[in-house]
């Protein structure tokens, strides 16, 4: 069965860079979708980046706006997110998830932003952003 971990988070001041990594054990990640969601204190979980098992599909939150860049290394069973000009706002525990498709599946080429959509989630990794 899929186990996540996810590791990377830290305190930066804003302008920062963190990456974080999402490592997999006992199944290949690579039949997987993954995603990477937030939750900030007082705020609800919200959909931070994702990606598909076919390596091509990505999607982004609104908010991103091309600082983060999401990346699979299958033969690591990684997923990494690599943050820059890290902001307050991106403060939260972030977390990882992983839902199995298969091949012929469409799921295979896109990435879901629903949080339902996953059925494997990490502890989280702390973010803290502040001078």
């Known amino acids: 069965q899929l186990q996540l971990v996810e590791s990377g988070g830290g305190l930066v001041q804003p302008g920062g860079s963190l990456r974080l990594s999402c490592v997999a054990s006992g199944s290949t990640l690579a039949s997987y979708n993954i995603a990477w969601f937030r939750q900030a204190p007082e705020k609800e979980r919200e959909a931070v980046s994702c990606?598909?098992?076919?390596?091509?599909?990505?999607r982004y939150g609104d908010f991103v706006k091309g600082r983060f860049t999401i990346s699979r290394d299958n033969a690591r069973n990684t997923v990494y997110l690599q943050m820059n000009n890290l902001d307050p706002e991106d403060i939260g525990v972030y977390y990882c998830g992983a839902v199995g498709v298969p091949k012929y599946a469409s799921s295979y080429y896109q990435c879901s932003f629903r949080h339902g959509a996953y059925d494997r989630w990490g502890q989280g990794t702390q973010v803290k952003v502040s001078s």
């Open positions: 990606i598909a098992s076919s390596g091509g599909g990505t």
